[in-house]
């Protein structure tokens, strides 16, 4: 079982780099950040199976295939703003990692502005036919 794997690498990491904070603090951020980047690698593979699935599922219900990219670069964002924010906290800049998160929030409002652009003409086209 993968996820069994990834959880002893994040608690192993996770023991070594608080045991390595008091003599090198810079180490124990470098093996958080190779640990973390370790268990991103490994599921990639599932990943890209799982949005392959997505995908072939969102085009055989019809919905537009700009949709689906706009779904995949949100995910996209999130997932790398989540893991950039979290290691940045780890290393003590919290106000850093706030304007990762705003940035990153900030990134999906644009990234969807299409889409909602879709949406608002959709509405306005069925409320000036009723």
């Given at each position: 079982?993968?996820?069994?794997?990834?959880?002893?690498?994040?608690?192993?990491?996770?023991?070594?780099?608080?045991?390595?904070?008091?003599?090198?603090?810079?180490?124990?951020?470098?093996?958080?950040?190779?640990?973390?980047?370790?268990?991103?690698?490994?599921?990639?593979?599932?990943?890209?199976?799982t949005t392959q699935s997505i995908s072939q599922l969102?085009?055989?219900?019809?919905?537009?295939?700009?949709?689906?990219?706009?779904?995949?670069?949100?995910?996209?964002?999130?997932?790398?703003?989540?893991?950039?924010?979290?290691?940045?906290?780890?290393?003590?800049?919290?106000?850093?990692?706030?304007?990762?998160?705003?940035?990153?929030?900030?990134?999906?409002?644009?990234?969807?502005?299409p889409m909602f652009r879709d949406i608002i003409a959709?509405?306005?086209?069925?409320?000036?036919?009723?």
């Amino acid at each position: 079982m993968e996820i069994f794997g990834i959880c002893i690498i994040g608690i192993l990491a996770a023991v070594m780099a608080l045991l390595l904070r008091r003599q090198s603090p810079q180490t124990a951020l470098l093996l958080s950040v190779g640990a973390g980047t370790l268990m991103i690698l490994s599921v990639i593979k599932n990943i890209l199976l799982t949005t392959q699935s997505i995908s072939q599922l969102l085009q055989s219900s019809g919905i537009n295939a700009d949709y689906i990219v706009i779904l995949f670069k949100v995910l996209g964002i999130c997932f790398l703003t989540e893991f950039t924010c979290d290691t940045v906290t780890e290393a003590g800049m919290l106000s850093l990692a706030t304007n990762i998160s705003f940035a990153g929030k900030v990134t999906v409002l644009i990234t969807v502005l299409p889409m909602f652009r879709d949406i608002i003409a959709a509405i306005a086209s069925m409320v000036s036919t009723s």
